[in-house]
């Protein structure tokens, strides 16, 4: 079974400050990554998403990267906003794949 | 089309009773998917379906939860004889299978069992 794990679980920082999210998974194969935010009690919202061909993707304020050897993604989040404050999640699926798998999350908390 | 919808939002129920949940994916996303969320965890898979057809069920998904999606468009989670570690959130989700775009989830029905 996949495994897939974000550090840190929880994270509180001032506003303004830039902040780098971790996700790691156990299977170094070719992988399509998917970042979401979820906010208490809601749904998924996709924030970026990169395919097995691509190594970074950015949207904004948002950029996230993809090291496939290590088996390892990144969120970097610039110049924080109270806005953010929400549980960010990662998750992973193989190529050909039929699902995804999910991280635990890190609860972002933006400090105004 | 305005994304993927979940109803209802939330539902209670007594211990025992028969729920079931509704999907309705992205008009053109061929594979439809169901997960299952509990409290400071991530989502887990239940089932996945590709147009009509079920095509994988995670062990999750014990002999009390049957999903279907008839026409191949929206689709349908019940749960049998609920139990109270049946409460979790549903979320549905939706994608294309002829290239890999990303998952499009909906809000998720909030479900708790008393």
């Known amino acids: 079974k996949q495994e897939v794990t974000q550090i840190p679980a929880a994270l509180s920082v001032p506003e303004g400050e830039n902040l780098v999210l971790n996700c790691s998974f156990t299977?170094?194969?070719?992988?399509?990554l998917q970042w979401f935010r979820q906010d208490p009690g809601k749904g998924l919202t996709s924030l970026l998403l990169i395919q097995s061909s691509q190594r970074e993707q950015t949207s904004g304020r948002l950029n996230a990267s993809l090291d496939k050897s290590s088996g390892r993604s990144t969120l970097y989040i610039a110049a924080s906003q109270p806005g953010d404050s929400a549980t960010y999640l990662c998750?992973?699926?193989?190529?050909?794949?039929?699902?995804?798998?999910f991280g635990t999350g890190t609860r972002l908390t933006v400090i105004p | 089309d305005t994304g993927v919808s979940q109803d209802p939002r939330h539902k209670i129920t007594k211990r025992g009773q028969n729920v079931t949940f509704r999907c309705d994916p992205i008009s053109e996303h061929n594979r439809l998917y169901w997960y299952r969320q509990t409290l400071g965890q991530g989502p887990e898979f239940l089932t996945y379906?590709?147009?009509?057809?079920?095509?994988?069920k995670s062990r999750l998904l014990s002999d009390r939860f049957s999903a279907e999606r008839p026409k191949g468009s929206f689709s349908t989670l019940e749960i049998q004889r609920t139990e109270q570690g049946d409460s979790a959130m549903y979320l549905c989700a939706s994608s294309l299978l002829t290239e890999w775009n990303g998952y499009t989830f909906g809000s998720g029905t909030r479900l708790t069992v008393v």
């Open positions: 998750a992973a699926a193989k190529t050909g794949a039929n699902n995804l798998f």
């Open positions: 379906f590709q147009n009509e057809a079920q095509l994988e």
């Open positions: 299977d170094s194969a070719i992988y399509n």
